[in-house]
Structure formats: structure tokens, C-alpha cells
């Protein structure tokens, strides 16, 4: 069965670092383009951030950018996101999601469960 399975998470003060990872079982993720997501309390889910499935290609939302690093291992079937000079207003759900393109153009087929990061003094 095709899986995603996210960790990582936790309580970090502002200014701390997380690193995220996405890790696949059931399929190999070396055909997919990956993104991750956030969505916080209250607030619809935004894409933070996607590297296409070769890692030759990442994007990050505006708000990220600079502080947010995402990489893939293929051959670890698994991505993650590093995350330095963490902010109350990155607290959220982190969610992985495999999209079967291979360049970041959408259309997300699997998804995990999700890992919760909270910023707070």
C-alpha cells in the first residue's frame, strides 16, 4: 500500500530549527515531484514548498524563502524540509504530498497524515 509518512515535528521556540521528513513506502518516489504543505488553525492548506522528482528543481512560497530548504535522497525514499529561523506564523499541520509529475506542477496523489509544528516562546 502507497504511503507517505511524515516526522519530524514539535514545540520549537522562535527563531529554532525543525527538519521534516517525508518518507514513502510502497512506491518509489523517484518519479514524483514532492511538495509540502501547512495548514494552519483556522486557515485553508498553502504549498510551502516542491522539488521536483530529479531534485534538479525546488520552489518555495515567498514567506519561506531563505529560511526553508527542501531535499530528496531517492535512494532513502525520502524528502525532507529544513526548517532554521522558525516563526509563530509557521505554526501548522506540515503534510507531504507525491505527485505523479515530475516537475511541480500540482495534481497530488498521495498525501500524508501530517506532523504538527508549533512555534512558541
Known amino acids: 500500500q502507497a504511503q507517505l509518512v511524515e516526522s519530524g515535528g514539535g514545540l520549537v521556540q522562535p527563531g529554532g530549527s525543525l527538519r521534516l521528513s517525508c518518507a514513502a513506502s510502497?512506491?518509489?518516489?523517484?518519479?514524483?515531484?514532492i511538495g509540502w504543505f501547512r495548514q494552519a488553525p483556522g486557515k485553508g492548506r498553502e504549498e510551502v514548498s516542491c522539488?521536483?522528482?530529479?531534485?534538479?528543481?525546488?520552489h518555495y512560497i515567498v514567506s519561506v524563502k531563505g529560511r526553508f530548504t527542501i531535499a530528496r535522497d531517492n535512494a532513502k525514499n525520502t524528502v525532507w524540509l529544513q526548517m532554521n529561523g522558525l516563526k509563530p506564523e509557521d505554526t501548522a499541520v506540515y503534510y507531504c504530498a507525491a505527485s505523479v509529475r515530475l516537475e511541480c506542477t500540482g495534481d497530488y496523489n498521495y498525501w500524508g497524515r501530517g506532523t504538527q509544528v508549533t512555534v512558541s516562546s
Open positions: 510502497g512506491f518509489n518516489l523517484d518519479y514524483y515531484a
Open positions: 522539488i521536483s522528482s530529479s531534485g534538479g528543481s525546488t
